[in-house]
């Protein structure tokens, strides 16, 4: 992830990991053809899809969005492309993809929420203006102080307490078997 994030190109200022440069990466450390790729992409897949759930408050929404006449779009800032993102969701539920318009990514675009450059990127590719959307997210500075700089109207849903509690036990549990097998991640696995 390191390499790719040293070696992309910057976009007004932006840089993004990519998932398909983990892969390249990877594949070519062990010696494997380019064909191996596809069965690295298969593997993040079926690895995301188990661990995910959908926010089911979240998903409670949709209708009343869709009633009103407005479309849902997912935003992430990650080094996953929007591609792949689709992919995972079609694996957890095949039928929840088509209940988004569009998805973005900043792992696609190299520009971040953080950075609050992609909210102009999806303005300029949506051809709509800042005052018609509304983000919700759960991260203080990318998902509400950032949009609404943009314009945007944003809502903070931060995770519960008992959600990051079970994600900072994961997270031990994996750096601690990580290391056990000689693979020291401390320095990357993060929430």
């Not at 380019?34 to 998903?59: G, M, T, W």
Request: net charge positive.
């Amino acid at each position: 992830m390191r390499v790719s994030y040293r070696t992309r190109r910057p976009v007004r200022g932006c840089v993004e990991g990519a998932i398909a440069d983990v892969i390249k990466i990877a594949r070519r450390s062990l010696g494997l053809p380019p064909e191996a790729d596809a069965i690295f992409r298969q593997c993040e897949i079926e690895y995301e899809a188990s661990v995910l759930h959908f926010n089911k408050a979240l998903f409670k929404l949709i209708p009343f969005v869709r009633s009103r006449g407005g479309k849902i779009i997912l935003v992430s800032d990650m080094y996953l492309s929007s591609e792949l993102i689709g992919s995972i969701i079609q694996k957890i539920d095949p039928a929840a993809l088509h209940l988004f318009d569009a998805i973005f990514s900043s792992g696609d675009l190299s520009v971040s929420k953080r950075s609050g450059r992609i909210f102009r990127e999806i303005e300029r590719q949506l051809e709509i203006g800042p005052a018609s959307f509304f983000h919700i997210g759960d991260s203080f500075l990318g998902d509400v102080l950032k949009p609404r700089e943009a314009g945007w109207k944003a809502l903070h849903y931060p995770v519960s307490q008992g959600e990051m509690h079970e994600r900072l036990e994961d997270l031990a549990s994996f750096v601690s078997e990580m290391r056990s097998l000689g693979l020291p991640v401390d320095h990357w696995a993060k929430i």
